[in-house]
């Protein structure tokens, strides 16, 4: 038996990879070929390769390497995640919860490119939102709480009164950072999370109620959604 928690909330920022769009696979590709390449085992180094950006992963993988070695492999994955994006699909539930959003209500921040991040949107069928922000519009990735609030200024809510949507521990942190209510998605962090943060499975145990107009049409960002979640 599920027990409903209700958010209510002035928008939704949400993560993209592993939250809204599932790339693993391509992911997972890349990093064998890199492992392999590299004379790492793949076992040693999977855990380290979900919810960061390549560079913190290459720095943590091999200290003291050169930039412009790593640039080049970040390139490369780059390109491999761009031209693989058939392998790309939408979460369960993702397609649902965007439906239900109309685009003044959500934003996408996420530690990918604008390109990666587009074509990831495109290959899972999700619509790409009014309000992206990528690592290209950030100084400070991921777990500082820059994103979220450039998406929320660029929403126009406020967000403390707004729900952070992520898969990752960084991504939390950065959510908890910027003063949001969290939402944490995913088995990976199942027992990781405290009183402050909700956790669920599967973004399919969320609904929205009630999300019919922006802001404006109602006189002015008071309106709230509400946010059933099945924990």
């Not at 999300?211 to 008071?222: A, E, K, L, M, N």
Request: aromatic share 6%.
């Amino acid at each position: 038996m599920f027990d409903i928690e209700e958010v209510r909330v002035q928008a939704a920022l949400i993560d993209l990879d592993g939250t809204l769009v599932d790339s693993f696979d391509i992911t997972r590709q890349w990093w064998l070929r890199w492992a392999a390449a590299s004379g790492l085992e793949w076992d040693t180094i999977s855990h380290r390769v979900r919810g960061r950006t390549a560079v913190d992963i290459l720095n943590d993988l091999i200290p003291g390497r050169s930039e412009e070695l790593n640039a080049a492999d970040v390139a490369s994955l780059e390109l491999w995640e761009e031209t693989h994006i058939g392998l790309v699909r939408a979460t369960a539930g993702a397609v649902a919860l965007l439906e239900t959003l109309s685009p003044d209500r959500w934003a996408v921040v996420t530690s990918s490119t604008r390109a990666q991040a587009t074509a990831m949107l495109r290959g899972a069928g999700l619509p790409e939102p009014d309000v992206l922000i990528t690592s290209d519009d950030v100084d400070r990735r991921k777990p500082d709480p820059e994103g979220y609030l450039r998406a929320g200024a660029a929403l126009g809510a406020d967000v403390s009164r707004c729900l952070v949507i992520e898969d990752s521990a960084a991504g939390v942190l950065a959510g908890r950072s910027a003063g949001a209510r969290v939402l944490a998605v995913g088995a990976d962090l199942a027992g990781r999370t405290n009183e402050d943060v909700l956790w669920i499975e599967r973004l399919d145990s969320v609904s929205v109620i009630g999300d019919s107009f922006g802001f404006s049409d109602i006189g002015g960002d008071d309106r709230e959604l509400t946010f059933h979640i099945k924990v």
